[in-house]
């Protein structure tokens, strides 16, 4: 058994939840108002039978005990096991010498930027300190920032002379080689240290858990360049995957599911300051995909980027659309269904000015900020003049066709459509229509542009109940409730899935594709019952960690899929000896248990369901158990949701009535899909049906 599923095993959901959450009997399950947002009617579900948990409210999210922990305490999966593995008394399986060495080394460096964060800090109040007294006016009244501010992002000074920090830092024990690699200091020419930050304006920079890995310096001396000055790349600090102010704002973006982006630290600050909580800075640089990441959809599912007017900012702005752009091409907002929009601070003002003139004044820029396609096409379209050549306008119109055909919405491209040619005039819709075409024909390859080919007439047949492979996949009994053969059922389809996905990751863009062709357009089952493939589609807690790992792989390309996945793995020893069993081949993994005569006449008997069954279109495979998979997650949802009902009000009634009509009809579309009694799949597994392992004789 594995850590993980020692811990669920050791650890009842509803008794770890009913610590801090007041839970009410209702049948099977346990109810209550959900802890996550604010509510007067139950609608947050525990279920002991699965061990799992559903907000059916605001929140539409759910998992096991630890997506709960994570939820609640802003905790990362690995500190969720590390954390309820303490409460469970199970002891973690302990990292390797390697990453043992080199957490030992980030906590060091952790807590040497920590030092300087408190020394700089310091420096600001110094009071026998001139430089230090003019800088806080400076901050006080240039700035416009009040001491409940300058305390809270603990603002700081970094004096004008050359080793200030590096002699301070040397003297609690840290060595130069630590300063160096912290960037904190510099070695010149002569071998000697020096501060790399001098006569600045100090703003920490804070991971996701609040812990201080770098820098942002602003220059206190007029014309001085760079005005801005950042930590350099380290092993704690890289400013494209990080969001100044993250780590505080996370709560007012999943309450708003909207999150405004800003240029600069001081963008966020005064924002922040003036009482606006969802806003966070990209640091000065185009919005990466990593960033983007970060906060949607897991957080929001509006995107509003609030960068400066002047001509540094409108080109950031282009490069920031150009990686929403992609990300949606890699099916990331088409198919999360994140929004897009673009505000444009009046008067050439950045955030940071315009808030300190009218802060009551900032709500409404927000809520009119302007579709990426409406911002695009006018920006691009500003220099043609009455007299623009026929060339001038296609220049144009092939610019914006990537970002304005983004989509899977086919009325929404149509309509993107439509603006532009009535902005260019000249050139129609349907020459835009072919110019789209020729763009998506020269798309990268693992874009999930092409529609599948029809449904296949075959059908996905049940599985034999006690049918089963490997030593350690039948799901630990959850605490006081004996595992039944369904569930070990359920689990063995979610592995092979997995396993279908970790050889052939594009699959996923035929499972979401397919659930889109399902709800067509639909939107209330494309983002309800029918939406995309994601973790709450999997029982196991070490599987949804793999899917979400699997989505974070493709939207990287720094590295191949599998060696990413493999990567990630290793630093998750608590899964990864689980995800192992889970992806070995079925037969490789049936083998060991077999008698030696029927070890032997195994190929024999796969050789001839093979010809019997035919081959098995492993695409369909995997979307028809995506299909089983999603019917099960339906059907439970619909049982704890019979359980909310009787507490609501007659109009709340109305609206649960309506979603338990699209969980029908979704169930429906489902089955539609399966019309005949037999497959090839399932003629292979039938094959194994009567195949007896050491264990039962």
């Not at 990426?372 to 220099?383: K, M, P, R, S, W």
């Amino acid at each position: 058994m594995t850590a993980v599923e020692d811990i669920k095993s050791k650890l009842d959901i509803v008794s770890y939840i009913g610590r801090t959450v007041s839970l009410k009997k209702a049948g099977r399950v346990y109810k209550a108002c959900c802890p996550f947002h604010s509510e007067k009617t139950p609608s947050f579900v525990v279920n002991p039978e699965y061990q799992s948990w559903r907000c059916f409210g605001a929140c539409a999210e759910g998992g096991d005990i630890f997506k709960f922990a994570m939820k609640q305490n802003g905790w990362t999966f690995r500190e969720a096991v590390e954390e309820l593995g303490r409460l469970a008394g199970v002891e973690v399986r302990p990292p390797t010498p390697e990453q043992k060495a080199q957490d030992e080394s980030h906590e060091r460096l952790r807590g040497m930027v920590a030092s300087a964060a408190d020394f700089y800090h310091e420096r600001l109040f110094d009071a026998s300190d001139r430089g230090a007294q003019e800088t806080l006016a400076y901050a006080r009244v240039k700035r416009a920032l009040n001491e409940d501010t300058l305390r809270r992002f603990q603002i700081g000074y970094a004096p004008p002379g050359w080793q200030n920090l590096t002699s301070f830092l040397l003297q609690l024990g840290y060595s130069d080689n630590d300063l160096v690699l912290g960037g904190l200091s510099i070695r010149g020419d002569d071998g000697r240290l020096h501060d790399r930050f001098r006569n600045r304006l100090m703003i920490p920079i804070r991971d996701g858990r609040g812990r201080p890995v770098g820098f942002g310096a602003r220059a206190l001396v007029p014309d001085e360049q760079p005005k801005y000055l950042n930590s350099p790349q380290s092993p704690l600090f890289d400013k494209s995957r990080l969001l100044f102010g993250l780590d505080s704002a996370s709560r007012a973006i999943r309450d708003a599911e909207t999150v405004v982006i800003v240029e600069g630290y001081l963008d966020a600050i005064q924002a922040r300051q003036a009482g606006y909580d969802n806003v966070v800075a990209q640091m000065g640089t185009a919005l990466t995909e990593t960033q983007l990441k970060l906060v949607a959809p897991r957080m929001a599912r509006k995107v509003i980027m609030a960068l400066d007017s002047d001509p540094a900012g409108q080109n950031a702005t282009r490069r920031s659309l150009e990686v929403a752009r992609e990300a949606l091409r890699a099916d990331f907002g088409g198919k999360l269904g994140v929004e897009f929009r673009v505000l444009t601070v009046p008067d050439g003002k950045d955030p940071d000015d315009f808030i300190r003139a009218h802060p009551a004044d900032w709500p409404a820029l927000v809520e009119n900020a302007v579709p990426v396609a409406e911002f695009v096409i006018g920006l691009e379209t500003a220099d043609l003049g009455d007299k623009a050549t026929f060339a001038e306008k296609e220049a144009v119109a092939r610019r914006l066709l990537p970002l304005l055909t983004a989509s899977e919405s086919d009325l929404l491209r149509q309509d993107n459509l439509q603006k532009l040619a009535m902005r260019l005039r000249t050139i129609n819709e349907t020459q835009l229509l072919g110019w789209a075409a020729q763009e998506a024909a020269s798309a990268p390859k693992s874009a999930p542009l092409a529609a599948p080919p029809p449904l296949p007439p075959d059908d996905y047949p049940p599985e034999p109940d006690d049918f089963w492979y490997g030593d350690d996949l039948p799901p630990a009994a959850p605490a006081g409730i004996p595992a039944s053969p369904a569930l070990r059922e359920l689990a063995r389809l979610e592995a092979h899935l997995l396993k279908a996905l970790y050889d052939q990751p594009e699959l996923v863009y035929a499972i979401n594709r397919r659930f889109r062709e399902m709800a067509g357009l639909d939107t209330l089952l494309l983002g309800g019952p029918l939406c995309d493939l994601c973790a709450d589609d999997f029982t196991r807690a070490s599987h949804q960690v793999f899917l979400a790992l699997l989505h974070d792989a493709l939207l990287q390309d720094e590295r191949a899929f599998q060696q990413f996945m493999n990567e990630q793995l290793q630093a998750l020893p608590e899964v990864s000896g689980e995800i192992d069993q889970a992806l070995r081949d079925e037969i490789t993994a049936l083998e060991p248990r077999l008698t030696h005569g029927l070890r032997v006449d195994l190929p024999l008997v796969v050789r001839q369901q093979e010809r019997m069954g035919g081959s098995i279109d492993v695409r369909e495979d995997a979307v028809r158990s995506a299909l089983r998979l999603r019917e099960e997650r339906i059907e439970r949802e619909r049982i704890e949701l019979q359980f909310v009902f009787d507490d609501l009000a007659a109009p709340e009634q109305e609206a649960w009535n309506l979603r338990a009509g699209l969980t029908i009809r979704a169930k429906r579309l489902i089955d539609s899909q399966f019309v005949r009694p037999e497959s090839a799949f399932g003629a292979r597994a039938a094959g194994f049906q009567n195949v007896r392992t050491q264990d039962d004789q």
